[in-house]
């Protein structure tokens, strides 16, 4: 028996052994046991690993590479399994958690195909559902990762430019809506032109991501190009993330894409994650969308993002697109639950359809682990708050 005496340390809890998220506490690097966080400093983890978790942040870590990664994660499943508590272990709670690393570079993805027809319907109910390159390449935009916040910030609805019948105006959103994403943190010597397979050791871990939008200031400025003040205002990101290798027993092949794509996005052995996403509107679930039905893998992304020379470097952050499943109650964005407000979620009672300020929305997501275990991602919450009106 553990030395850890948490009721929700077992591996039939989300956060037991099998799982141990890295995160930052105001006591700093920690794991995260049960409903506790184990502190990192003052544990004996030997000449190599104790500098990489003595700086208050995971970037040390991060840049530290696959080799220190699984050494670090053996020690500690070692540590925490062990019957007794070793010198210098600290349990504290998980309050306070910041963002574990500074982000480097945000990319978001499009690889949900559920999702992206869905959108095709709303936006271009007169065109082609989905546009012809889709199934040939991850399709993403390059976020700002100065926007990237931790899970619980406040998200203030943002200003932009909307159409009317009168022509443009400016003013705050009327159609704030989510994006229920997952995450993958980056690592590793800075590289690029990668392989799927050589992606694979650049991913440090997983972590749910909200990809907040303004759907009517998106719909009016991504025609030409794509996205910008519709989704540069915030992106939250939860505050523990969970080691790429918990999630072992999670791959599984990707829907076909109904092609075949070109040889630099062959994988070998396919990387898509057999997650299950969950979606609390004001504390009722309202949709729970699948990842195993995205058709691009992040293995794939990373490959595409580095192909023209640009680099993978430690703290890039790859969000995977709006995950959706084929039912309604499997979408990830209000967007999609609502049919572009033509639909509205009866949410108590009242039908609605966008966010309304003081709406709280909360992802959790878990995933099959060893030994029938559940491995789990920390939650990503965030509360609306009234437009600055300066």
């Known amino acids: 028996m553990s030395w850890i005496e948490d009721p929700a340390?077992?591996?039939?809890?989300?956060?037991?052994?099998?799982t141990l998220p890295y995160?930052?506490?105001?006591?700093?690097?920690?794991?995260?046991?049960?409903?506790?966080?184990?502190?990192?400093?003052?544990?004996?983890?030997?000449?190599?690993?104790?500098?990489?978790?003595?700086?208050?942040?995971?970037?040390?870590?991060?840049?530290?590479?696959?080799?220190?990664?699984?050494?670090?994660?053996?020690?500690?499943?070692?540590?925490?399994?062990?019957?007794?508590?070793?010198r210098g272990a600290e349990l504290v709670g998980l309050?306070?958690?910041?963002?574990?690393?500074?982000?480097?570079?945000?990319?978001?993805?499009?690889?949900?195909?559920?999702?992206?027809?869905?959108?095709?319907?709303?936006?271009?109910?007169?065109?082609?559902?989905?546009?012809?390159?889709?199934?040939h390449l991850?399709?993403?935009?390059?976020?700002?990762?100065?926007?990237v916040v931790v899970s619980g910030t406040p998200v203030v609805r943002p200003h932009g430019q909307r159409r009317t019948s009168a022509g443009p105006?400016?003013?705050?959103t009327g159609r704030l809506d989510i994006e229920a994403e997952v995450g993958f943190v980056c690592g590793g010597p800075v590289a690029s032109r990668l392989t799927p397979s050589q992606a694979v050791?650049?991913?440090?871990?997983?972590?749910?991501?909200?990809?907040?939008?303004?759907?009517?200031?998106?719909?009016?400025?991504?025609?030409?190009?794509?996205?910008?003040?519709?989704?540069?205002?915030?992106?939250?990101?939860?505050?523990?993330?969970t080691p790429l290798e918990a999630f072992a027993v999670a791959r599984v092949s990707p829907p076909p894409l109904g092609n075949d794509v070109l040889p630099y996005l062959v994988e070998e052995r396919p990387w898509g994650l057999d997650i299950d996403l969950e979606v609390e509107w004001n504390g009722v679930v309202v949709s729970r969308p699948p990842f195993r039905e995205m058709s691009w893998t992040f293995a794939q992304q990373l490959a595409h993002l580095s192909a023209n020379g640009a680099t993978v470097r430690p703290g890039d952050l790859i969000a995977s697109g709006t995950v959706s499943g084929p039912s309604r109650d499997e979408r990830g964005s209000f967007l999609e639950l609502s049919w572009g407000g033509k639909e509205p979620v009866v949410l108590d009672g009242d039908e609605r359809?966008?966010?309304?300020?003081?709406?709280?929305?909360?992802?959790?997501a878990t995933a099959p682990g060893e030994g029938g275990s559940v491995v789990g991602l920390a939650e990503?919450?965030?509360?609306?708050?009234?437009?600055?009106e300066r």
Do not use: C, M
């Open 9 to 18: 340390f077992t591996a039939d809890e989300p956060f037991g052994p099998q």
């Open 23 to 86: 995160g930052v506490v105001p006591g700093g690097v920690a794991v995260r046991v049960g409903d506790q966080a184990l502190l990192l400093r003052g544990l004996a983890l030997g000449e190599r690993l104790e500098p990489l978790v003595a700086t208050g942040t995971l970037d040390a870590l991060l840049a530290a590479g696959r080799p220190a990664w699984s050494e670090l994660r053996a020690r500690l499943v070692e540590i925490v399994s062990a019957a007794s508590a070793p």
């Open 95 to 135: 309050d306070g958690a910041v963002l574990p690393f500074a982000v480097a570079d945000y990319v978001d993805f499009y690889s949900s195909r559920h999702h992206a027809e869905n959108v095709g319907r709303i936006f271009r109910p007169d065109g082609e559902a989905l546009l012809p390159n889709w199934t």
């Open 138 to 147: 991850p399709i993403g935009y390059h976020g700002r990762a100065g926007t």
């Open 169 to 172: 105006v400016f003013g705050p």
């Open 201 to 241: 050791d650049h991913v440090f871990g997983v972590a749910l991501v909200n990809d907040w939008s303004a759907r009517d200031v998106q719909a009016w400025e991504y025609q030409p190009l794509g996205p910008f003040l519709g989704k540069s205002f915030a992106t939250s990101v939860s505050a523990w993330i």
């Open 353 to 364: 359809t966008f966010l309304e300020d003081g709406d709280t929305v909360r992802i959790t």
């Open 380 to 388: 990503v919450v965030g509360t609306v708050a009234p437009a600055d």
